[in-house]
């Protein structure tokens, strides 16, 4: 029961995780149609960031952490920012397919350059925040990194919907993601409207990014791959551009990682979250609070 | 279409056997060719094989696969079992008449055979996966090329993780460039045919195509199979030549490399692939100095030909047929 | 209605189309004769193009049946009821824009291919006797309809009135017996419409086929339609000759209210 507790308390905070991506993932097909693929790299990104910027401020301390975390969102919201602007605002008129591979380009670009710039070798990453280890009832082990993960993304979700439901921008992002044309027509400027959708998924990605590297404090310039597809699962599970489902996906999808590592079949791991998503997308595409729409003929 | 109508007018098996013939030559004149040269061309007709095949399922069908080199390492895997586990069991001793006959036929078969399994896991791709347009088909593809690794990596009896060595070196120019040539000629004749116009008319307008009667699910299908079939030839070719395979070779980035010639070449122009193949295993050796730019290259190509010529490099833009 | 005395080509009965929560269409019964020329109008978003699709199978009625000469063809794929005899074109021109004029006709007869995969790797006698004959047949239909000249050109460097004329050609040449036509006069001025009329008029005479329109261009519509149905917001609430329809007080309020 403790092993099985103890699992739990791991799932959700890998989960927790993967939701935080994912709503990056869910909020731009949301407004665009579109799959991020540079998206898993803003998350290494924000764990570099974090890395490199921890050598600015105290480390150990919860204000030292607090402040980069805050300083590396930012960054990469101005990262994910400027890659919409360069390389993806000129083909939103043509087709799908050029974005999607311009997309890989991207991608592609920011892990070999940071490849060249960070090196390629593993990278010990700092303790940001204050660590102990709480001992529960029961034999429990529950690290402070745990707990900050799930305090953390707990607040962020708060906020994520806080601003998408209550603010003003938050409602034009929902206008756009309904019907760009229409959106345009009551005023709405669609272009801020989806570069503000670009910053908030890609500071949520970099709070991901330096979350995952407390919990696994290994970084490298190709951290984001794997995470970063489990993620978009993740997203596809709780229904792609439903932000509630987003973080339903990242919370189910890191209980079942954490619960197949564990068992016989530990190797297949990474394979488990693709077999989901071949499954998802043939039985019920639409995830879980998903609704599907079909093509107009 | 134009130009290929007047070379294929009625004489395409001819040009075949004509290729293969010099693909023959050039087999029995590979020991008078600088060794270094014979090696670039073996991977030059690899690639064109890989890149030839990928181009029937993205270019001309329009269905974004970026599996490609799970279908690869299933030939690679499949064909290196053949001749590393069969082989003592079949072959000849060395020393007898047939034994060089004995080991290409073996390879010929084991190619083969890396070439139906290649096939019959792109038809297990190609099924579940039909229904998906775009951005989903290709992250499907692309899960599926990943599970085939993953899969690879945990059967130890071909090497796991480290990879399966000793692979006989059975590849020589002839088989790379003939295999590179059947290729072409299957996908080209293919598509060059009442028949074959349905692949494009599926990658133009799905809907149009099946409210003209074509069995749009039938055509996706096909197009994977054979184009997995040829891939996996390549790899059966690969594994033979590189000697050692390990699942990391075989992973998203491989397939990646193959989708960048396809798109370098012009999605759906056969030609130009093949230009596009060649130069993407000749830059590589060219600027072998600045190797470790060589991703970054890669990806800043891609986003340059996406965000200025998507229709590829090799594609000329033809006059208009009518005047204004 | 009709009472005809043979079978009639195309039946519906009682279908309702929804979608989730909308119904776009509701307790639709028509029938179609083996030569017929019948319009089907109402206003925007009155279900027309739906009836089409559910027709050709692209949906699948949530309640009634579809009847093609006798036989249901409801839940049945798009390439099979085509393949029935049902051919369309679509409101929005869908040519195939890289494949040339000759191509995108050439892809219609498929159906009557019998060359597949191992003839086009073969390419023996009989493959160039085929391809041959079908190059005949397509040139032969493209220049009745004054396309012959075009026909390397890329489908979308053709006029927006000879696209249309191509997607009824390439219609045409599945070899139908029922000829859905949606919004064929979209975007024509006067005399083309004048000339899509006399069009279809030929068609229908020259090809024997029955042909439903949808269209919102009244010109058309009350100028070569021998029947007319009337939907509103997927009900039908008329049908008749172009005169009883004209003068059917609902089918005003309709249009109007």
Known sequence: MTEFLQQLINGLSLGSVYALIALGYTMVYGILRFINFAHSDVFMVGAFAGFYLSRYFPRESFGGGLAVMLLAMLLCAALGIVIERLAYRPLRKGSNLAVLITAIGVSMLLENTGQLIFGADYKAFPTLFPVRTIVMPGGLDLSSNQLLVFGVTAALLIGLQFIVLKTKIGTAMRAVSFNHQAASLVGINNDRIISFTFGLGSALAAAGGILYSMLYPSIDPYMGVLPGLKAFVAAVLGGIGNIPGAALGGLLLGLIETFVNGSRFSTYTDAIAFALLILILIFRPAGLLGKFQAEKV | ?324 | MSAAAKPSLLQLEHCTIRFGGLTAVSDLSMELGAADLVGLIGPNGAGKTTVFNVITGVYRPSEGSIRYDGESIAGQQPYQITAHGIARTFQNIRLFPSLSVLDNVRVACHLRLNHGVRHSLWRGRAFFKEEKKIDGEVMNLLEIFHLGKFRDAPAKELSYGDQRRLEIVRALATQPRLLLLDEPAAGMNPTEKIELMKLIEFIEDKYKISILLVEHDMQVVMGICRRIIVLDYGIKIAEGTPEEVRANPKVIEAYLG
């Open chain 2, 1 to 324: 279409m134009h130009r290929v109508k007047t070379i294929f007018a009625g004489r395409p098996k001819t040009l075949l056997l004509a290729a293969l013939a010099g693909t023959f030559v050039l087999w029995l004149c590979s020991s008078q060719i600088n060794p270094y040269y014979l090696d670039v061309l073996t991977k030059i007709g690899i690639n064109v094989t890989l890149a030839v095949s990928l181009n029937l399922i993205n270019g001309y069908t329009g269905q974004f696969s970026l599996g490609h080199a799970g279908f690869m390492a299933v030939g690679a895997y499949t064909a290196a079992a053949i001749t590393l586990f069969g082989g003592p069991k079949i072959l000849p001793a060395e020393s007898s008449h047939f034994f060089g006959v004995a080991t290409g036929g073996l390879f010929f078969g084991a190619l083969i055979v890396g070439g139906l399994a290649a096939a019959l896991a792109g038809l297990l791709v190609g099924a579940p996966s039909l229904r998906l347009k775009g951005d989903y088909l290709a992250i499907v593809t692309l899960g599926f090329g990943e599970i085939i690794r993953v899969i690879f990596r945990n059967i130890d009896s071909l090497g796991g993780a480290l990879g399966l060595n000793g692979i006989p070196p059975y590849t020589n120019i002839f088989w790379v460039f003939g295999v590179a040539v059947v290729c072409t000629y299957v996908v080209v004749t293919m598509v060059h045919s009442t028949y074959g116009r349905g692949f494009i008319a599926v990658r133009d307008d799905e809907v149009a195509a099946e409210a003209m009667g074509l069995n749009t699910t039938r055509y996706k299908i096909v197009a994977f199979v054979v184009g997995a079939f040829f891939a996996g030839m390549a790899g059966g070719l690969y594994g033979h030549y590189a000697l050692s395979i390990d699942p990391k070779g075989f992973d998203f980035m491989r397939s990646i490399e193959i989708v960048v010639m396809v798109i370098l070449g012009g999605m759906g122009n056969t030609g130009g692939v093949i230009a596009a193949a060649v130069l993407l295993t000749l830059l590589p050796e060219w600027l072998r100095r600045f190797d470790q730019y060589r991703m970054i290259f890669y990806s800043l190509l891609l986003i340059g030909l996406m965000l200025a010529r998507p229709q590829g490099l090799f594609t000329w833009k033809r006059k208009p047929v009518l005047q204004a």
